[in-house]
């Protein structure tokens, strides 16, 4: 039986790629060093495979920036804008132009964009979207994987794997940038070049070639399914003598089933942590020579594998295939895990033992395999760790399961309906027409952040970090009554970020000191993780909420994240459902709100940036989604009395078949982002009816310029005229942490000015 990879974290185990790529952009060190640092976490990636005994280990999983732009640069796949780039860059500085579409290019007279970017499917990691026109070319444009594979082989031998993106699925993830062309029709000049790309590294000396299609586990269209079909066949055709491995993950394989096992390829690969269900299927259609790779090690997760589970799945599959048929893996590429559970010093002993990193993994890739055959002592010491983590009472908390268990639709539905408490509000608040606010958070300057990392290294006492926190508050509050906004907010100076500032204070969550992942490029973020039941030992917001509101006579937002974002921007349980989990949120933060209300807060704000992006990727499974998320949602909200104006934000507006969810959530007031697209997608709201009061963004953010008076009135008059003046409100797309003061300031004195205007045009 084979053991696989199916790619690592290229970013280092202490970040060392995002510091070199930051020091290579600043100027800071040349393109040599950057090679080195690039080429030592290769080595040492593939050594760390080749120790735990991995059989077939990735090579080209390595990316400086992202591994779809390097696909794009392999095909030869360059927007037409970046020509007077590449005419620029030396020929040994291809990087600059790769490094140009990431990023964008601002040099030598030229400004040109960077491309899009967008969220590796389910996944927090994001990728550069290829861009197509209509007579797209495709040829070997980048030697870059057949030097991966040289290296690569000198080190591993026949082990080594070359990775490269599937052609289905490069084509599906890209976008058209020009009208009148399908870009799935592009197969039929793009399979060619992988051909030729293929025979290639079989001259080189391949023995396997790994091509990725997540795609292969998404709804696919007649014509999406032909291409599989068209392009794997033409493959197996002009590429014989080295063995092609598919690889899906993410999903069940559900319809596309018999497609998948059918392409003439040598292995498939099936996520069977996201679907064990799938393996039953799969086997009873399985041709009589394809290999079966089995994905039952979480590369989503930092859990220990469970290996009675994982046995049972490839036993069942070896009584099918026999074990020269089976290779075992983890689910996905390893991408998506912290990197090495060694280097956390000081997580509880007692959870340690519970969690592996991408590390770890392949330990445990490799101890599946001893124990198929015949290590059985492997198999105990997993079994306590397992037992463990089921029975320990750091995870289990009855009251807490208990309330959970008792879950009523009272739970989640408030007093009264919205027209009613809408006229509470009115009476309560008598706000203008167009009344102004903003998200929450104001710029988070250099001297905030300081104060935060002299605080937490204990150069600076808790009295002397809190004086200066309120310092910042009042200064804040003082400038938005000056300024003349209607609803404020404390400024949330006293936030590292909107998930950590909460998991810190929950029971439940822990947090590592070097679980990095890659968000994209050299961003990477470090999840908290949730690893039992929780509950909210004392409140978390009121000290700083009520501070502010003694500030000030006008109405002060208390500011809290709402269940669905905290659960997806961390690692979550994987001993039960995550609507079990973010049910469990849901009461600790309706126990905040209800903590603020009480406090005599009279406005709470509950962000829900995550909602949308926990969407399933197949829309049959939108439904059960959403009804739990927005679910969870009402029961934070619906603690409150009538009087109490419940606000949420969310920091994108394109709900257009997911509409009628949002407005489920029955917030009182929802504000979201719409500036870019000019209010265009304010339409659905407009379209639907939308009930509640609505703040649509009239001030992007995302840019340090300073939109004008006239400019935000416009807006605001397109707004009015989708939907009843009466419900609108005026303020930013989002919060303001990343902006400057300056221009901060002047921009919120134009949307003051705007709302003015608006009040007496409309
Ligand atoms: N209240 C948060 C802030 O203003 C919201 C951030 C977000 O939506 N991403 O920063
Ligand atoms: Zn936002």
């Given amino acids: 039986m084979l053991t696989q990879n199916l790619g690592y974290p290229r970013i280092g185990s202490q970040r060392q790629l995002k510091k070199a790529c930051e020091q290579y952009w600043a100027g800071k060190i040349d393109l040599t060093e950057l090679n080195k640092v690039a080429r030592t976490i290769k080595e040492q990636n593939w050594q760390t495979q080749l120790n735990a005994g991995i059989d077939l280990i990735p090579c080209n999983d390595f990316s400086y920036y992202d591994q779809v732009l390097d696909t794009s640069l392999l095909l030869g796949v360059i927007p037409g804008r970046y020509s007077p780039v590449l005419s620029q860059v030396k020929a040994n500085h291809e990087i600059d132009l790769y490094f140009a579409m990431a990023r964008g290019y601002q040099k030598d007279g030229l400004d040109i964009t960077a491309m899009e970017m967008t969220k590796w499917l389910d996944t927090n990691y994001h990728y550069i979207v290829p861009e197509f026109t209509a007579n797209q070319e495709?040829?070997?444009?980048?030697?870059?994987?057949?030097?991966?594979?040289?290296?690569?082989?000198?080190?591993?031998?026949?082990?080594?794997?070359?990775?490269?993106?599937g052609p289905v699925s490069y084509l599906l993830l890209g976008k058209e940038k020009e009208q009148g062309f399908e870009r799935i029709d592009l197969i039929k000049k793009l399979v060619p070049v992988y051909v030729?790309?293929?025979?290639?590294?079989?001259?080189?000396?391949?023995?396997?070639?790994?091509?990725?299609?997540?795609?292969?586990?998404?709804?696919?269209?007649?014509?999406?399914?032909?291409?599989?079909?068209?392009?794997?066949?033409?493959?197996?055709?002009?590429?014989?003598?080295?063995?092609?491995?598919?690889?899906?993950?993410?999903?069940?394989?559900?319809?596309?089933?018999?497609?998948?096992?059918?392409?003439?390829?040598?292995?498939?690969?099936?996520?069977?942590?996201r679907a064990p269900e799938q393996l039953e299927e799969v086997l009873s259609l399985i041709p009589d020579t394809l290999q079966l790779s089995l994905g039952v090690i979480d590369g989503r997760n930092v859990w220990k594998n469970d290996y009675e589970k994982s046995l049972a799945l490839i036993n069942k599959a070896v009584e099918k295939l026999g074990s020269d048929r089976v290779i075992i893996a983890p689910s996905c590429s390893l991408l998506h895990s912290p990197i090495d559970l060694d280097l956390e010093t000081a997580i509880d002993p007692e959870i340690k033992n519970w969690m592996a990193f991408a590390k770890q993994k392949l330990n445990e890739v490799s101890e599946i395999r001893q124990i198929v055959e015949g290590n059985t002592a492997l198999l105990e010491t997993n079994k306590a760790a397992i037992q463990s983590r089921r029975t320990s009472q750091k995870v289990h908390k009855q009251a807490v399961k208990d309330r959970i268990a008792a879950i009523t639709e009272a739970d989640a539905t408030r007093q009264s309906a919205f027209p009613i408490r809408q006229r509470l509000h009115h009476e309560r608040f008598n706000f203008p027409a167009f009344p102004t606010t903003t998200i929450g958070s104001f710029p988070q300057t250099d001297d905030i952040r300081q104060l935060r990392a002299k605080f937490k290294k204990g150069d600076l006492s808790l009295e002397e970090y809190e004086q200066a926190i309120e310092q910042a508050t009042i200064e804040a509050i003082r400038w938005q009554e000056e300024i003349g906004l209607d609803v404020l907010v404390h400024g949330e100076f006293e936030r590292n970020d909107m998930v950590e500032y909460f998991g810190e204070q929950l029971d439940g969550f822990l947090f590592t000191k070097n679980g990095w992942v890659q968000s994209y490029g050299s961003r990477c973020v470090k999840p908290p993780v949730i690893y039992g039941d929780v509950s909210r030992p004392k409140d978390m917001t009121v000290r700083w909420s009520t501070f502010a509101a003694a500030q000030t006579e006008k109405p002060m937002k208390g500011m809290l994240t709402g269940p669905v974002t905290i659960l997806q921007w961390s690692f979550v349980r994987d001993d039960q459902g995550r609507d079990i989990t973010t049910n469990q949120i849901a009461f600790a933060i309706r126990d905040e709100v209800l903590a603020l209300e009480e406090a005599g807060i009279s406005i709470v704000q509950i962000d829900e940036a995550a909602i949308r992006e926990g969407l399933p990727l197949r829309k049959a499974k939108h439904p059960h989604y959403l009804d739990w998320a927005v679910n969870a949602f009402r029961i934070t909200a619906s603690g409150v009395k009538d009087e109490t104006q419940i606000h949420t934000h969310m920091c994108y507006s394109e709900f257009n078949n997911i509409i009628e969810h949002i407005a489920a959530m029955d917030?009182?007031?929802?504000?979201?982002?719409?500036?870019?697209?000019?209010?265009?997608?304010?339409?659905?709201?407009?379209?639907?009816?939308?009930?509640?009061?609505?703040?649509?963004?009239?001030?992007?953010?995302?840019?340090?310029?300073?939109?004008?008076?006239?400019?935000?009135?416009?807006?605001?008059?397109?707004?009015?005229?989708?939907?009843?003046?009466?419900?609108?409100?005026?303020?930013?797309?989002?919060?303001?942490?990343?902006?400057?003061?300056?221009?901060?300031?002047?921009?919120?004195?134009?949307?003051?000015?705007?709302?003015?205007?608006?009040?007496?045009?409309?």
Avoid at 138 to 165: R, T
Avoid at 724 to 742: F, S
């Fill in 138 to 165: 495709f040829k070997i444009f980048n030697e870059n994987i057949f030097s991966e594979y040289n290296n690569a082989k000198q080190q591993l031998g026949d082990k080594a794997k070359p990775v490269l993106l």
């Fill in 196 to 273: 030729e790309i293929i025979n290639r590294l079989r001259l080189q000396g391949a023995k396997w070639i790994q091509l990725d299609e997540p795609c292969l586990a998404l709804d696919l269209s007649k014509k999406e399914k032909e291409a599989f079909d068209y392009a794997y066949r033409l493959i197996s055709r002009s590429a014989s003598g080295v063995k092609i491995l598919v690889t899906t993950y993410f999903e069940a394989l559900l319809d596309n089933t018999e497609l998948a096992v059918n392409l003439p390829v040598a292995a498939l690969h099936i996520d069977l942590v």
């Fill in 667 to 762: 917030a009182d007031v929802i504000t979201i982002e719409t500036s870019r697209s000019q209010m265009e997608l304010l339409e659905a709201f407009a379209n639907f009816e939308y009930p509640n009061e609505i703040g649509p963004g009239v001030y992007d953010i995302h840019s340090p310029r300073v939109p004008s008076t006239e400019e935000m009135t416009a807006l605001l008059e397109k707004a009015a005229n989708l939907l009843p003046a009466r419900n609108l409100w005026v303020n930013p797309d989002c919060g303001l942490k990343t902006r400057k003061w300056p221009e901060t300031k002047a921009a919120l004195i134009n949307l003051v000015a705007a709302a003015k205007q608006a009040r007496e045009l409309i």
